[in-house]
């Protein structure tokens, strides 16, 4: 899935069989001979560092037209290349994107060389995406995608993709990923991954008085397709998480009758229970390292905070007090947790030492506060749903100034954050469309986006 | 929808003229089911009491009178409750919950005079296990209600256990707000949610 992050194959990752940059660049001439350009970069083309900019002051702006499809049988995924590269572009905010139904006028390019840059020009744009797509077997193509710097004229990235059609919207995804790199330093999250339970299945199982609801263990890509399930045992499967590998999913179980932890190995379909048959164990969340898991437990008569490695071994507790201690988040270098307790009457957000010291209480101006998210870096702060009238509230507390905002204001209940890898973005579920949804926004509460349409569905997390 | 047209009244009325009869006939419908209500009366005897009665005859002197009659209340009502199965148990049990305050897992009164009811069937019928699950309403969070529900299960535990009641009988499990008894968004449905539900998991 994560072919640039990742050294063990997947079935995702075969997708990309080749990225062939060095190739593609030298073969591509600048469109044509503009006076005053640059002198080409020599060999690798990761070494270039053309970046395209805007007029002073503003973003750059961007235009991805609909690919062009070198086989005629993939007209449709050639449009459908075009408006994911432009939506994961847009997703980021960095560049102003020109909207995709101003393009008619443009001439259409067959070729790199034909590319209309003085009419890109006209339309204002300062960077123009051409793309190709080509069947190379039955079932695999080639993706070929340039972006051109409108004004030098010059090619500011080459790629070319290769590989299967089970999921080519992951073309687009990694040339975004890889633009944003290249053009501003930035870590897209084009390729991410959401995990969240949903009730959508209807499935149904005996209660002691009335039939109950299961919820079941869903992923999606970050924009919401490819929504697919994950658990298949009708029972309650809780508050996904997913392993800084993205390739497991820790979550809380009720398929032996009570609370415990699993891990969904999803590219292998195994599953692992680290916690051993020791009492009741919830609300897991890995390590940034992944190396460890912090989790809820009653195995000492109350539900206290533990920590242990991922493989179950060398539990720790963390927390110890007759109040309720649950919902652990880690910090970004993995020596505090962020938690909920009820300690002063009512849950509010503490942070405490892994080694339980220094405990120190961070929501003050909340009557309930609930499952503390902690940002990665560079943004210290904390993201959590505060009760703020019948319903909750996204606030996030800054660390650094002791300062909260809120981000989201009674459009429904909005509850459960989780922050998406680079920090920029959260998950979140909201009922102010009618059932509880998965939503997307900036950390800034803009930009709304919603994931699930299909029942309901909770507890977002978001993977590297 | 004659109604409708007819009094004028507002669909909110009728709605809830519909739901009260309904509820009316679903009262009626229950009640025709079960002519002979299996649940022990409110205070039902010792179980030694029960257990002598059938070899506790009158004397010789009233031979003349069939003795029929005295095929006596507690012990059908015993076999009752042990002759059904525990799906049905369950579904309509001798084991009362015990209701909560918003956000909060003390034992009131009632809940504390239910609890108690419970520990007398319980010992009554000491090879029975049971599972008191923690429920929570809506209005809380997904993840706190998770602990929240176990310390209301912990709070029945730790009473039931006061009252002599084995802790090797004794199951919780939290379901936080993810099973409510009463899918409604009002006072009296959050009202319902927030509980100890006592299930016989084996007996």
């Known amino acids: 899935m994560h072919a640039s992050r990742t050294n063990s194959p997947t079935p995702w990752m075969l997708l990309i069989l080749s990225v062939v940059g060095v190739a593609l660049l030298a073969q591509v001439p600048a469109p044509a001979p503009a006076a005053g350009a640059p002198p ?115 090619s500011a990235f080459a790629k070319e993709y290769s ?76 508050m996904p998480v997913w392993a800084p590998d993205a390739r497991a999913i820790a979550y809380t179980s009720y398929r032996r009758g009570y609370p415990d932890i699993f891990i969904a190995l999803i590219y292998q379909g195994l599953q692992e229970t680290p916690t051993n048959g020791v009492g009741q164990n919830w609300l897991p969340s890995f390590s940034p390292d992944g190396s460890q898991i912090a989790f809820t437990s009653n195995r000492d008569g109350n539900p206290e905070l533990y920590v242990m490695n991922r493989d179950g071994g060398n539990v720790r507790r963390v927390t110890n007090n ?92 909005n509850e459960s954050p989780a922050f998406s890898p680079n920090g920029r973005h959260l998950a979140f579920t909201s009922t102010r469309t009618g059932r509880v949804q998965v939503f997307t926004m900036g950390r800034d509460g803009k930009g709304l986006k919603q994931i699930t349409r299909d029942g309901s569905n909770y507890t977002p997390g978001w993977s590297n | 929808m004659v109604e409708l047209t007819t009094y004028n009244m507002k669909p909110k009325t009728l709605r809830r003229l519909g739901l009260v009869s309904l509820l009316l006939i679903a009262v009626a419908v229950s009640c025709a089911k079960k002519p002979a209500a299996p649940l022990p009366q ?70 504390r005079s239910n609890v108690a009811a419970n520990a007398e069937i319980l010992k009554r019928y000491p090879s029975w296990v049971v599972t008191f699950e923690g429920h929570c309403d809506e209005r809380g969070t997904a993840e706190y209600n998770l602990a929240l529900g176990e310390r209301r299960a912990v709070a029945v535990r730790t009473y039931l256990v006061g009252l002599g009641i084995a802790p090797d009988r004794l199951r919780s499990v939290s379901y936080g707000k993810e099973f409510p008894f009463d899918p409604g968004h009002t006072d009296a449905a959050w009202a319902q949610n927030r509980r100890a539900h006592f299930v016989i998991t084996s007996k």
């Open chain 1, 40 to 154: 080409a970069q020599p060999q690798q083309p990761s070494e270039i560092q053309l970046v395209i900019s805007g007029d002073p002051g503003t973003p750059p702006r961007y235009a991805v037209p609909d690919f062009v499809a070198l086989s005629p049988d993939l007209a449709e995924l050639a449009r459908t290349l075009g408006q994911v590269l432009w939506d994961d572009l847009n997703f980021e905010r960095e560049f102003y994107m020109i909207p995709r139904d101003t393009y008619a006028t443009i001439p259409t390019a067959r070729t790199a060389e034909e590319v209309p840059l003085a009419a890109w020009r006209e339309l204002g744009a300062d960077a123009v995406v051409f793309g190709t797509v080509q069947r190379t077997d039955a079932n695999t193509v080639r993706v070929q995608i340039r972006l051109f710097d409108v004004r030098s004229r010059q």
């Open chain 1, 163 to 238: 590989g299967g059609l089970a999921n080519p919207r992951l073309y687009a995804h990694t040339a975004s990923d890889e633009i944003h790199q290249q053009q501003r330093a930035l870590r897209g999250v084009a390729r991410t991954k959401i995990t969240f339970s949903s009730d959508r299945n209807r499935e149904t199982i005996a209660g002691p008085v009335q039939n109950r609801e299961v919820k079941e263990v869903y992923i999606a890509d970050y924009d919401g397709q490819n929504q697919r399930r994950v658990t298949a045992n009708r029972q309650l499967n809780l």
């Open chain 1, 322 to 413: 007759p109040a309720i201690d649950t919902t652990p988040t880690w910090s970004p270098n993995g020596t505090q947790i962020a938690f909920t307790s009820d300690r002063s009457g009512q849950p509010q957000i503490y942070v405490v030492g892994i080694d339980g010291l220094n405990l120190r209480r961070i929501t003050t101006m909340d009557s309930y506060a609930d499952r503390p998210t902690w940002a990665p870096a560079p943004f210290n702060e904390i993201a959590y749903a505060a009760r703020t009238g019948p319903g909750y509230d996204i606030r996030i507390f800054e660390l650094a100034t002791g300062m909260t905002r809120q981000v989201t204001f009674g459009e429904g209940t």
């Open chain 2, 42 to 111: 409110p205070a039902p005897p010792p179980p030694v009491a029960s257990a002598s009665s059938p070899v506790a005859p009158p004397t010789a002197t009233t031979s003349t009178q069939p003795i029929d009659d005295s095929v006596p209340v507690p012990v059908r009502g015993d076999d009752a409750i042990n002759s059904r199965s525990i799906e049905d148990l369950n579904r309509n049990s001798p084991l009362k919950p015990a209701f909560f305050g918003l956000d909060s897992a003390e034992l009131d009164d009632a809940g």
